[in-house]
């Protein structure tokens, strides 16, 4: 069970030529949690590159090579919002959705590769 996105086509069409990331999963980072998921991108004679497959559908990838991890414009905009409103840290708000995803914080997945520390900030 689980969500399986395909990209590169209208809805309902297949792909001919699909690479899944099913094996590692995918993280998409949303403003309701962050999720794993299945997905597919399209590697057909006329697809475009997968960062462009993925801000096709208003997905924003971690990496213009290989992306694993990518935000949702709608999570960006309420972060936006809150930081301008509120003055909220980046740090507090993925703290608050990783909360939403698991609130015993015992399998929260891995985001960034690096860990923010005191010593990047001098």
């Known amino acids: 069970m689980g969500l399986n996105v395909q990209l590169g086509h209208p809805g309902g069409e297949r792909c001919a030529r699909p690479q899944s990331i099913s094996k590692e999963g995918f993280i998409v980072v949303h403003n309701n949690s962050i ?14 590159t997968h960062y462009r497959q993925l801000l096709r ?32 840290s980046c740090y507090d708000f993925y703290n608050a959705l990783a909360q939403h995803t698991d609130n015993t914080s015992l399998n929260l997945p891995k985001v960034c590769p690096f860990t923010l520390s005191s010593d990047l900030h001098t």
Do not use: N, Y
């Open 57 to 88: 559908v208003r997905w924003l990838p971690a990496t213009s090579d290989r992306p694993r991890t990518a935000t949702t414009f709608c999570v960006l905009e309420d972060f936006h919002l809150l930081s301008l409103e509120s003055k909220l």
């Open 35 to 48: 999720h794993i998921i299945s997905l597919t991108f399209c590697r057909c004679e006329t697809a475009e």
